[in-house]
């Protein structure tokens, strides 16, 4: 399987699209003005504690304050943190209180009207494993897999931290097979950044930013770069140089799979990867078979339904639904990945008798959300054959990134007809007839709703004059949308 990173810069944004055997998987968006938060570690202040919630609003310098649930506040050493940890955090009040500085990590952007969500259990990442300061337990990342190396890199880990001051350690999948020495390193300089981002805490105000994570190339480059990445393609010759410089450092065996593109047809085209992005913004997606998806991403969830289309198939109906559900299982796990989709999804296939073949296609769907980075979790069918799942949202869905509500339609995707507003707009001259006492009325309207006054409902126009003993006229606004009007005295 080939894996390529794209990297395009340019001052205002930085975008990462990865790329898998020619197709694009997925794609990451940083812009100057507006960078992600998730990481960052902030010196709060408590300003509000509600314990109906059982949460706290912690001013950590934004907009917006941000949320802090009592289940992600770090109990104290000595109050029981595992068997009495439902006690001690049964009432956020004995956690904390108003006008207390508090450090905090951001594990969720704003989404939307939502302010981020903070957690107290401090963690910081680094190329091999993942530091808690507050934990003393040693984890291994389920993506390792052979019992004798999980073993064997619980073990150095552990060695290896006695000689460190207390904290917990998560193995990452990337650690799989490196050597005590890398691991060490790797310890050393994560103790040493969490000792100065203690020494920040300790002398910054309320609501400074004491640890900012790495931009979106850098973060790339520590999350998502494995051995199986051939190339890394960076189109910005400075930025290649510093990502250069920084494999050498922390990533020796990428260093020589990172090439700068200095070509003058922008590395998206050359790719197919605009084209795509764009395809990603709309609600249907064509499957190769002729069946297609229809995706609705919602506040509460998103949903996916399933579609045969122009697909009919050669053999019978079941054989045809069954290609188009197995088609669609990794269409949609593409999709997900593609458009950055979170929280719950509800999967609407197509209904299947064959019992054999429902398991089919649910396997299918596991096997390809293994490639997937963000944790997912997929609940059996429902009664109503759904598939429903979850997948973990920490940043803003592609859409929500490039695109804003429709000012024409807040968001609802759709207008009321032009009839149906020649239909309001006669109801509101009998409204204004009756209350006011004048010769003409004008009626103020777009242009698809005039031309239908003035041709298909001419008939009723002129029996409404004659209803109200009142002259009626009409004047386009070009700048007025389709269910925009007003009705004026003259």
């Known amino acids: 399987m080939s894996e390529e990173l794209l990297i395009n810069v340019t001052p205002q944004e930085t975008r990462v699209a990865f790329v898998e055997n020619g197709i694009l998987q997925e794609v990451h968006i940083e812009r100057a003005r507006k960078r992600g938060l998730v990481g960052n570690i902030y010196k709060g202040r408590v300003c509000r504690v509600l314990p109906g919630m059982q949460a706290a609003f912690v001013d950590i310098g934004l907009d917006r304050t941000a949320f802090l649930h009592a289940s992600d506040v770090m109990v104290p050493e000595g109050e029981g943190r595992d068997e009495d940890n439902a006690r001690a955090a049964e009432s956020i009040t004995g956690l904390l209180r108003e006008g207390q500085d508090v450090l905090v990590q951001v594990i969720k952007d704003p989404l939307g009207t939502k302010g981020a969500r903070l957690t107290t259990h401090i963690s910081i990442p680094s190329r091999f494993l993942v530091f808690m300061p507050d934990n003393t337990h040693v984890g291994v990342s389920q ?183 197995l088609e669609a299982a990794q269409a949609i796990v593409r999709q997900l990945r593609l458009r950055n989709l979170g929280g719950i999804i509800i999967i609407d296939f197509i209904d299947m008798t064959d019992a054999e073949h429902r398991r089919q296609v649910l396997r299918s769907l596991e096997r ?24 973990k949202r920490t940043r803003e869905s592609l859409e929500h990134i490039l695109c804003e509500t429709c000012p024409t339609c807040n968001g609802r995707g759709s ?76």
């Open 415 to 490: 207008l009321k007809t032009a009839e149906t507003v020649c239909y309001e707009i006669f109801r509101e001259i009998l409204r204004e007839a009756r209350q006011y006492d004048t010769e003409q009325l004008l009626v103020l309207a777009a242009q698809e709703v005039v031309d239908l006054m003035l041709d298909e409902e001419s008939t009723s126009v002129a029996e409404l004059e004659e209803f109200i003993g009142k002259t009626i006229k009409f004047q386009v606004e070009s700048l007025y949308t389709q269910e925009q009007y007003d009705v004026v005295l003259i």
């Open 368 to 391: 390809s959300l293994e490639r997937d980075y963000a944790k997912t979790h997929i609940s059996e069918v429902s009664s109503l054959g759904l598939v429903e799942m979850t997948r």
């Open 143 to 325: 993506k390792i897999e052979a019992e004798e190396e999980r073993t064997r890199v619980k073990d150095l880990v552990r060695a290896a931290a006695s000689d460190f001051a207390p904290g917990g350690y998560i193995v990452r999948t990337v650690a799989d097979g490196v050597s005590e020495e890398a691991l060490r390193a790797d310890m050393q300089f994560l103790h040493k950044l969490w000792g100065s981002i203690q020494e920040r805490a300790g002398s910054e105000a309320s609501g400074a930013l004491v640890h900012e994570d790495l931009p979106l190339v850098m973060r790339t480059m520590r999350d998502l770069v494995g051995s199986a990445i051939e190339k890394v393609r960076i189109d910005s010759r400075e930025t290649y140089q510093r990502v250069q410089k920084f494999a050498s450092k922390f990533i020796a065996e990428l260093a020589g799979r990172v090439e700068y593109y200095p070509g003058e047809r922008p590395i998206f085209d050359l790719y197919g990867v605009e084209d795509e992005i764009q395809k990603s913004l709309e609600r249907k997606v064509q499957l190769k078979s002729g069946g297609y998806l229809i995706i609705d991403q919602t506040e509460a969830m998103t949903t996916i339904d399933v579609n045969t289309g122009a697909f009919v198939g050669h053999r019978n109906l079941e054989e045809t639904i069954f290609k188009t559900n």
